[in-house]
């Protein structure tokens, strides 16, 4: 499974737009990259997934290289409920295709 | 309305004695996970059913098990809970094994 490597921590103020950064060497043809967010004593909540190029919801962009071996989420306009853990997967694919976390980034935003 | 639920919220129990923690949900997904979540830590993935198939992690204790008895249920049980096993305990479900993760809201295990 590929791993993946981010920031411990980023710090913003709100109404900055935040970019997360995650590094995933490995990743492997069939790999679908995916974010989640974590709120204290909260499950994990799904943000966005890509495989390539850009992908926009209404919460988050992911830009993705053409190496794709590593990937961006951003977040525009962060406010103060957007202080969280932000994982960064990468997986899905095949029979084997579980998502293993890795550290996270735990975003703090400043008012 | 909840899609992943998890009973109970917060479970104690003492040093151990055996405990089960539930979860259901409501949208017919073929795969549920079993994660625990210690403070500060990521979640670490103990096992995962597709169907009726059960799949462990290899580091994952013998102490942890699971029963699916049907397509909503999942259950895990441990059996002899030490003090280290003190953790959120999530529970997740997916259509397939590429697909996003649903997450419940959490069991937060105290052991006494």
């Known amino acids: 499974l590929a791993k993946t490597t981010q920031p411990i921590s980023m710090d913003s103020y709100e109404g900055q737009e935040v970019n997360i950064t995650c590094s995933h060497n490995?990743?492997?043809?069939?790999?679908?990259i995916t974010w989640y967010q974590q709120f204290p004593s909260q499950g994990p909540r799904f943000i966005i997934q890509?495989?390539?190029t850009k992908v926009t919801n209404e919460v988050a962009s992911l830009f993705i290289p053409a190496d794709r071996k590593s990937s961006t989420l951003s977040l525009p306009r962060v406010s103060l409920s957007d202080t969280a853990v932000y994982y960064c997967?990468?997986?899905?694919?095949?029979?084997?295709?579980?998502?293993?976390f890795g550290q996270g980034t735990t975003l703090q935003v400043k008012p | 309305d909840a899609m992943v639920i998890q009973n109970p919220r917060y479970q104690v129990t003492q040093f151990g004695k055996p405990v089960t923690l539930s979860c259901s949900q409501t949208?017919?997904?073929?795969?549920m996970y079993w994660y625990q979540q210690k403070s500060s830590q990521a979640p670490k993935l103990l096992f995962h059913?597709?169907?009726?198939?059960?799949?462990n992690e290899a580091d994952t204790p013998d102490n942890f098990q699971s029963r699916r008895p049907n397509t909503s249920f999942c259950f895990l049980d441990i059996r002899s809970p030490g003090l280290g096993d003190a953790a959120m305990y999530l529970c997740?479900?997916?259509?397939?094994?590429?697909?996003?993760?649903?997450f419940g809201p959490g069991t937060r295990l105290t052991v006494l």
């Open positions: 949208l017919n997904h073929n795969v």
């Open positions: 059913y597709y169907d009726k198939d059960f799949n």
């Open positions: 997740a479900t997916s259509r397939d094994l590429a697909g996003v993760e649903f």
């Open positions: 997967l990468v997986g899905g694919s095949g029979n084997t295709g579980k998502l293993i």
């Open positions: 490995n990743i492997a043809t069939n790999d679908y």
């Open positions: 890509g495989y390539k």
